[in-house]
T-cell receptor
């Protein structure tokens, strides 16, 4: 069945360094790729998303890249800060009338060391 | 808007008891999702509704699980009878205008079955 693989499962970086999280998906029909951040005791919250007709999207310190040919997409966080510490989830969605496949990756626990 | 509201935040129950989790989606959202989060399996989609109608319940693990959405502002997820392996954090999320858009998550209900 469809799945999304996410790596690494944990990531520690020094404050100010960059962090990269990678995901691969199996369903070639996937066309929407959101990234969620989950802080302790809270629900996941969208931080950035990208659609299949775009190869890259940036929002301040956060960027996402998409390679549809290789079926992988990545989250890049630059100039990391302690408040970036959280669990990050990627997801792939295949939306369409009457269907919904919103598959999450297994998550990456990011620790930003001060 | 207060966001997606779930209750209770924590639930501890004995094996065999009935458990009911509640969710109030964001007003105006036409999709509602129930997810289960565990360390082993990550975020799993259990069921989702569109305009109060269940669309896909293929993620519901067993007949012990049932979900209803009697109106646009309320949904329940019921487990009867509960088992220790049901222990997890259950999230409700809602979205507007289809599946390829941001899903807004509630704070979750942490269920412990002893």
């Amino acid at each position: 069945g469809e799945n999304v693989e996410q790596h690494p499962s944990t990531l520690s970086v020094q404050e100010g360094d960059s962090a990269v999280i990678k995901c691969t998906y199996s369903d070639s029909a996937s066309n929407y790729f959101p990234w969620y951040k989950q802080e302790l005791g809270k629900g996941p919250q969208l931080i950035i998303d990208i659609r299949s007709n775009v190869g890259e999207k940036k929002d301040q310190r956060i960027a996402v890249t998409l390679n549809k040919t290789a079926k992988h997409f990545s989250l890049h966080i630059t100039e990391t800060q302690p408040e970036d510490s959280a669990v990050y989830f990627c997801a792939a969605s295949t939306g369409g009338a009457g269907t919904y496949k919103y598959i999450f990756g297994t998550g990456t626990r990011l620790k930003v060391l001060a | 808007d207060a966001g997606v509201i779930q209750s209770p935040r924590h639930e501890v129950t004995e094996m065999g008891q009935e458990v009911t989790l509640r969710c109030k989606p964001i007003s105006g959202h036409d999709y509602l999702f129930w997810y289960r989060q565990t360390m082993m399996r990550g975020l799993e989609l259990l069921i989702y509704f569109n305009n109060n109608v269940p669309i896909d319940d293929s993620g519901m693990p067993e007949d012990r699980f049932s979900a209803k959405m009697p109106n646009a502002s309320f949904s329940t997820l019921k487990i009867q009878p509960s088992e220790p392996r049901d222990s997890a954090v259950y999230f409700c999320a809602s979205s507007l205008l289809g599946t390829n858009t941001e899903a807004f998550f509630g704070q979750g209900t942490r269920l412990t079955v002893v």
